[in-house]
């Protein structure tokens, strides 16, 4: 089974300042990774995944995340955070042999100050 | 809209009584999911299936708990003899299942057990 670690769980920011969100799974089998965002009040939504190839992606809003197989990390970064990023953000890992079951991160909630 | 959806969304009920969850997936989805999220957690999986059959079931889903997709349409999820401590938000996800592995969920049905 999959362990995922989100160390912080709390990210104060300055908007336009530059964030990172670490995500660190625990098994070095091959993965599947995402990162889903939740705003106040709303459901999970997929903000970006990786399932092969360049292991750089992004979102459609300035997000991005880089797969380290070595390091077994999927860190999520944004250059400017805006006011509108705040939320609170989950990392999921499946493995390639069940990935029917997403194994969550506890979540860390960014808070963009003015 | 077409999304994922869940009812009731929210739930109180006295410790000792039966309750009954809803979820419609995705219209085209043949693949649903159950978690439960606590507070400051992330979603931990509850069980899937693929179009009516339950394919896999956590260990969290306890003799209480049971879960229905009988046309392989909506999904139920139904916890017997409430305790305290199922007090949680019950999320519902669905997806196409291979080729894109993403899992579209639902707002969630926060249950409290008084």
């Known amino acids: 089974a999959q362990s995922v670690t989100q160390l912080d769980s709390q990210v104060p920011v300055f908007e336009e300042a530059p964030v990172e969100l670490r995500c660190n799974y625990s098994?070095?089998?091959?993965?599947?990774l995402f990162w889903y965002v939740q705003y106040p009040n709303q459901g999970l939504q997929l903000l970006l995944k990786y399932l092969s190839g360049s292991t750089l992606v992004e979102s459609i809003n300035g997000f991005e995340a880089e797969f380290n197989k070595s390091q077994t990390s999927f860190h999520l970064r944004k250059p400017s955070v805006h006011i509108s990023d705040t939320a609170e953000y989950f990392c999921?890992?499946?493995?390639?042999?069940?990935?029917?079951?997403?194994?969550f991160g506890s979540g860390t909630k960014l808070n963009v100050k003015p | 809209d077409t999304g994922v959806s869940q009812n009731p969304r929210h739930k109180i009920t006295k410790r000792g009584q039966n309750v009954t969850f809803r979820c419609d997936p995705i219209?085209?989805?043949?693949?649903l999911y159950w978690y439960r999220q606590t507070l400051g957690q992330g979603p931990e999986f509850l069980t899937y299936?693929?179009?009516?059959?339950?394919?896999?079931k956590s260990r969290l889903l306890s003799d209480r708990f049971s879960a229905e997709r009988p046309k392989g349409s909506f999904s139920t999820l139904e916890i017997q003899r409430t305790e305290q401590g199922d007090s949680a938000m019950y999320l519902c996800?669905?997806?196409?299942?291979?080729?894109?592995?993403?899992?579209?969920f639902g707002p969630g049905t926060r249950l409290t057990v008084t």
């Open positions: 299936f693929q179009n009516e059959a339950q394919l896999e």
């Open positions: 996800a669905s997806s196409l299942g291979t080729g894109d592995y993403e899992q579209y």
């Open positions: 098994s070095s089998v091959s993965v599947y």
């Open positions: 999921a890992v499946s493995d390639h042999g069940n990935f029917n079951k997403f194994y």
């Open positions: 219209s085209e989805h043949n693949r």
